[in-house]
C-alpha cells in the first residue's frame, strides 16, 4: 500500500539538542498522527492533527498539520536520553473506501547521546 | 484510558502449526480493530480491518485463509496465523477505534505479538 515518505531516517543527536522531522505525500490526507514506537511495544499516540494548518503541542513536542494537507512535521524541544525510539507518522485519506485506515510513513529513529 | 491489550506478547512455534493473537481493548469497546505487521526496521503495514459481527477486509496481497480474523465482540478481535512458515515470523500490532468515536478518531495501539516461526 501507499506510504508516506517521512525523514530524515535516522538521528544522532546530543542531548539538549532540538530535533525535526517531517513526512510529506502526493495524496490529501485530513488527518495527521505522530507515534513513537520503543522497541518490542506498540506505537503510543503523541499527537493528532485534524486541520490543515493546526498546530499542536504536547509538551516538548510540537507538531504541525500543513495547509497543502500534503505534509506534517513534528519537532522536539530540547531532547532528553527517553526521546530514544522510532517515530511514525501516520495519516488518514480524505475520501474513498478507507474508512479510519491509516497509512505509515517508513520512521524516523532517534538516538540521543547524553 | 484507550488501553488495547494483546496477548500473548510473544510466542514461538513449529513450522506447520497455527497460532492466535488477541487483542482486546480494555477500558472502551471497539467496533473497528486493525491488524498490522511489522518486519525489523521497517513500517507498519496494514494487513486487515477487523469488524465487530461481519466480516475483516483483507489488504491487497494478504491472504484471508491463512490469516483468519475474528472480531466476535466490541472487546475482542483474534488474529490466526495458520499453517505458519518462518517467513510469517513478525511483529503482529493491533489497533482499536472506540465504538462511538468516528473514521477520525486517534487508534490505539495494542503492544505487539512477536511471533517465530521455526
Sequence with gaps: ?114 | GAVVSQHPSWVICKSGTSVKIECRSLDFQATTMFWYRQFPKQSLMLMATSNEGSKATYEQGVEKDKFLINHASLTLSTLTVTSAHPEDSSFYICSARRAEGTYNSPLHFGNGTRLTVT
Aim: charged content about 15%.
Design chain 1, 1 to 114: 500500500g501507499q506510504q508516506l515518505n517521512q525523514s530524515p531516517q535516522s538521528m544522532f543527536i546530543q542531548e539538549g539538542e532540538d530535533v525535526s522531522m517531517n513526512c510529506t505525500s502526493s495524496s490529501i490526507f485530513n488527518t495527521w498522527l505522530w507515534y513513537k514506537q520503543d522497541p518490542g511495544e506498540g506505537p503510543v499516540l503523541l499527537i493528532a492533527l485534524y486541520k490543515a494548518g493546526e498546530l499542536t503541542s504536547n509538551g516538548r513536542l510540537t507538531a504541525q498539520f500543513g495547509i497543502t494537507r500534503k505534509d506534517s512535521f513534528l519537532n522536539i524541544s530540547a531532547s532528553i536520553p527517553s526521546d530514544v525510539g522510532i517515530y511514525f507518522c501516520a495519516g488518514r485519506r480524505a475520501g474513498g473506501t478507507s474508512y479510519g485506515k491509516l497509512t505509515f510513513g517508513q520512521g524516523t529513529i532517534l538516538t540521543v547521546h547524553p
